[in-house]
């Protein structure tokens, strides 16, 4: 049997996360993003300059959950909400987040890797994130 994993490419998360720089600069926000492959690896990631690094860490988290839960950290936080069990089981879970600002990214219906944006109010991550994956043609969700 061959399997293949598909992966997004190296040079795609780089150029979102360009055009994610771009549209936090036009709304005068500053932000760290992240771009990992479908299992959470980091395939590239920037942070503004006079973003903590702390604030990086919360993108590559946010990116890691929605890669491995694959579903937005906003959903996975409703999720985790909807119970006393999982909220208590999350806090055993080390790089699991739920603050929004982490999306996976679907093309054509399969998993390629995860987004996640850091630094402003969840709804502008969200939002930035949201934009720079429909301007690329992904989406996030199946």
């Known amino acids: 049997m061959i399997v293949t994993l598909t992966s997004i490419s190296t040079k795609a998360a780089r150029d979102m ?9 036009a709304l005068k926000l500053f932000i760290a993003v992240v771009v990992t492959d479908p299992h959470g690896h980091v395939l590239a990631s920037v942070r503004m300059d006079g973003v903590s690094p702390t604030v990086l860490s919360f993108a590559e988290d946010k990116a890691y959950t929605s890669s491995n839960m694959k579903r937005s950290t906003e959903a996975f936080a409703e ?60 989406t996030w969700e199946i």
Do not use: N, Q
């Open 17 to 25: 996360i360009a055009s994610a720089i771009e549209e936090a600069e």
């Open 79 to 138: 999720r985790m909400a909807s119970s006393e069990s999982l909220k208590m089981g999350l806090s055993t879970r080390p790089r699991l987040l739920v603050w929004g600002g982490g999306l996976p990214i679907f093309y054509e219906g399969k998993l390629v890797g995860g987004l996640g944006i850091s630094g402003a109010k969840d709804h502008e991550d969200i939002a930035i994130g949201k934009k720079i994956l429909a301007h690329y043609g992904f």
